[in-house]
């Protein structure tokens, strides 16, 4: 079977898939970078919350919220039948007995428990924290990866442009044949290093995809090393997670107050139909009244717990506070130092850096300068853009962690 064919012999066939590719690369192009799989911070802060670490310390606050309940309940009321039979007499005894618990002990546990809740659901914060903030740090270490990925690409160019000119100028006499090669193994190496960095940064998106759970096979990681205006360190915030420290230390402190009275004994009042069967039926009522003597048991064990859980939670406070300041004092001056020199490397190496490339290249033209020279200056940009990308990366760093200890991620 022959293809129909338009009148210049070309395959209508053919023509349909090529119109067809070009309208399936035209719609690829227009649509944004999120349609895309492009991955940014958001989403990534978004896939490090569901991890199951922090997945499984909301479940640990949600076991400890559910023994709120049982703290809580108010002992049941009781029913009691009880029947004596003898020859022709039986009697039938019914009643309903209810206690009342005046001490504070469901108060206190009802406290300790709350204490015990807001302490996790602290640490739920904390966890996250950790969790997103780890996430976020190998993030940035690939988006830093990438971008020497672009640095090294650069320089294998501009060596290979100028291997392509010396070849030129070997052709027509003006340079020698060891200016060429040696300039080729310079491109070769270069582009080793490349290959290297493009299969680091291979590995680690995979890794970072594997970790975070994602579906998309085709998902690329997008992100800027720049900093955040809002992440400047003169601003100042304290996590929430503080507040729940001192919530649950306010809550074992009125634990301990209120354990007090957990001596106060239990009344349980005692009612009921009483019924005698016999040569004829009678009517009476039972009524009765019982109370705890706490003789061995007065609360002593309350007591104790609430004064642990007290001087512990005074401790967690403590030390959570602590580790705010000196994170907080700690990622302050490290962004302060890493930005402020980052700045400065910048402003004084710009204008070098072009300076000295102009002034060998002109100067191997005319013959003053040697081919090391010139491969020194090509080699002198790459490590000054190095250079740069980590201070940049080392304040992306402390950025990551001054917005922890400000309890950003919580």
């Not at 690409?153 to 392509?164: F, G, N």
């Not at 402020?340 to 004084?348: H, L, P, T, W």
């Amino acid at each position: 079977m022959v293809a129909s064919k338009r009148p210049g012999g070309f395959p209508l066939k053919t023509a349909f898939l090529f119109l067809n590719f070009v309208a399936v690369g035209v719609v690829t192009l227009c649509l944004p970078l999120s349609a895309l799989g492009q991955i940014s911070e958001a989403k990534v802060i978004e896939l490090a919350r569901n991890l199951p670490e922090v997945a499984a310390s909301n479940h640990n606050a949600a076991a400890i919220k559910a023994k709120l309940i049982g703290a809580g309940l108010y002992p049941n009321p009781s029913v009691e039948w009880e029947r004596e039979a003898m020859d022709a007499e039986r009697e039938d005894v019914v009643k309903l007995a209810l206690p009342l618990d005046f001490s504070s002990r469901r108060t206190t546990r009802e406290l300790l428990v709350g204490a015990e809740l807001d302490a996790a659901n602290a640490s739920v914060m904390r966890t996250r924290t950790e969790v997103v903030t780890g996430v976020l740090t190998l993030f940035y270490e690939l988006v830093a990866r990438q971008e020497r990925r672009e640095i090294e690409r650069r320089a294998v160019d501009r060596l290979q442009e100028a291997a392509r000119v010396i070849g030129k100028r070997v052709q027509e006499g003006n340079a020698s044949g060891y200016d060429l090669t040696r300039i080729e193994i310079e491109a070769q190496v270069a582009e080793s290093e490349l290959r290297q960095t493009e299969a680091r940064l291979k590995r680690e998106e995979r890794e970072l995809v594997v970790l975070l759970a994602i579906a998309e096979p085709q998902s690329s990681f997008s992100g800027s090393l720049s900093l955040n205006p809002q992440s400047s360190p003169n601003s100042a915030s304290q996590p929430k997670s503080l507040d729940l420290w001192r919530a649950a230390n306010a809550k074992a402190q009125q634990a301990r107050d209120a354990s007090s009275f957990s001596w106060l004994p239990t009344l349980s009042l005692e009612g009921g139909l009483r019924i005698d069967e016999a040569s004829e039926t009678r009517y009476g009522y039972v009524a009765g009244v019982s109370i705890d003597v706490p003789l061995f048991s007065n609360g002593q064990d309350l007591r104790a717990e609430a004064d642990a859980h007290r001087d512990y939670s005074l401790s967690l406070l403590a030390a959570a506070e602590r580790r705010v300041a000196v994170a907080t004092a700690r990622a302050e001056s490290d962004l302060r130092a890493a930005g402020a020199e980052a700045q400065r490397f910048e402003n004084v190496t710009r204008e070098r850096i072009v300076a000295l490339e102009r002034a060998v290249e002109s100067g191997y033209r005319e013959g003053q300068r040697s081919i090391v020279e010139l491969l020194d200056a090509r080699r002198v940009r790459t490590i000054v853009e190095l250079r740069g990308l980590s201070l940049s990366l080392s304040a992306k760093n402390a950025e990551i962690a001054l917005r922890a200890a400000r309890g950003e991620f919580e």
